[in-house]
Structures are given as C-alpha cells and as structure tokens.
T-cell receptor, first 111, second 116 residues
C-alpha cells in the first residue's frame, strides 16, 4: 500500500539556518504529494503541493520538488525564522481521496 | 483560519461519560473526515462522509459514533472510552471524497481529548 517516510525529529536550528526535511514515498500509481504544517495548538495547514513529476511546490519560502526517480519530496527553506517552529507532515494522495501521512517532524527554531 | 471549526478545543472525560465533538465547515465542501492524531504516530483516518453518506469506517471501535446531518456539520459521539483513546481529534473537509490533485483537505484546529 501507499506509505510515506519522513526524517525523524526533533530538528533544532538557529534563525537564518537552512532547513531540509527528507520525505520519501511508496505508491502504486502517480500520487499527488503534499507538505502540511501544524503550528502549536493548531490543526494542519496545507503548506505546498505538487501533482506530477518535476513539479515544484512553493509557499512562504518553503520549496519541495516532486522527484519520481528517487520517489522523494524533500522540504527546504533557505533561511528559517522562529515563526517556522512547527510540526511538518509529508503526505501523499493516490487516485482516491485518502491521504497517507508521514509521522511528522518537529522543527524548533531558536533566536 | 481554515474555514473548519471544531468545538470544544479541549475535553476531559471519564470512561463512563458520553460526550460529542463537533465540526463545522464554511467552505461549501461535500466531504468531511475524522482523524485521530496520537503522539509519535501518523495521522489515522477514522471516518469519511461524502454528501452526508458514510463512505469509510477505518475499523474504528463502536465506542466512536459519527454523525453527519448535513454537508456542513460533522459530529463524533463518544461513549465508554478508554484512556488509550486520549488524542487530538482532527476534522477535515474537501470538495468531495474523490481523487484528484485539486481535492485538497482543509483541517480544523482539533479537539484535545483526555480520557481519565
């Protein structure tokens, strides 16, 4: 079945550092890929998405590229801020509506 | 603000209590979902409703009983829960319960449930 594996946290960074969160997936079809973010005390918010190979999703300075050859969708941000502290979830959706989530990566950015 | 509102935000209940979680969406969507988020585990899909009809029950124990009276409202009725049911319960909605890259799920802030 479909599954998502993302790097375990927690990840602790200083402000303006470079952030990478690795995500790889297993799927039978050609899934859509997502990154969701969960800020403290809140629900999940869609951060970015990509729907086909080589697509790049971007939002709020975050980027991720759909790499079919390596079945990956790594999240990157060049210069993080304290406000980026959150839990980040990689997810995929195959032909149906179901979302398969990774376990989440907790990111803490220190001033 | 995602357009999906969940109440209450926090709930503490005993194992013999009966309580209900409420979810309301203002997005004009036709599909609604209940998820369970436990510590150190991926989100677990519990129930799916599409146009008020339940289309998915992911082997959820009967002590959890969903209700969807219309496309904008979703309830989760709880009774005789166990301590291991303590978790964050998230509601989501989407245009419909079909596939496709435009069918994005929007989540509420969740209800933090503690079962004593």
């Amino acid at each position: 079945g479909d599954s998502v594996t993302q790097m375990e946290g927690p990840v602790t960074l200083s402000e303006e550092a470079f952030l990478t969160i690795n995500c790889t997936y297993t799927a039978t079809g050609y899934p859509s890929l997502f990154w969701y973010v969960q800020y403290p005390g809140e629900g999940l918010q869609l951060l970015l998405k990509a729907t086909k190979a080589d697509d790049k999703g971007s939002n709020k300075g975050f980027e991720a590229t759909y790499r079919k050859e390596t079945t990956s969708f790594h999240l990157e941000k060049g210069s993080v801020q304290v406000s980026d502290s959150a839990v980040y979830f990689c997810a995929l959706s195959d032909d149906d509506y179901k979302l398969s989530f990774g376990a989440g990566t907790t990111v803490t950015v220190r001033a | 603000e995602t357009g999906v509102t969940q109440t209450p935000r926090h709930l503490v209940m005993g194992m013999t209590n009966k309580k209900s979680l409420k979810c309301e969406q203002h997005l004009g969507h036709n599909a609604m979902y209940w998820y369970k988020q436990s510590a150190k585990k991926p989100l677990e899909l519990m129930f799916v409703y599409n146009f008020k009809e339940q289309t998915e029950n992911n082997s959820v124990p009967s002590r959890f009983s969903p209700e969807c009276p219309n496309s904008s409202h979703l309830f989760l009725h709880l009774h005789t829960l166990q301590p291991e049911d303590s978790a964050l319960y998230l509601c989501a909605s989407s245009q419909n319960a079909r596939g496709g890259p435009k069918n994005i799920q929007y989540f509420g802030a969740g209800t933090r449930l503690s079962v004593l």
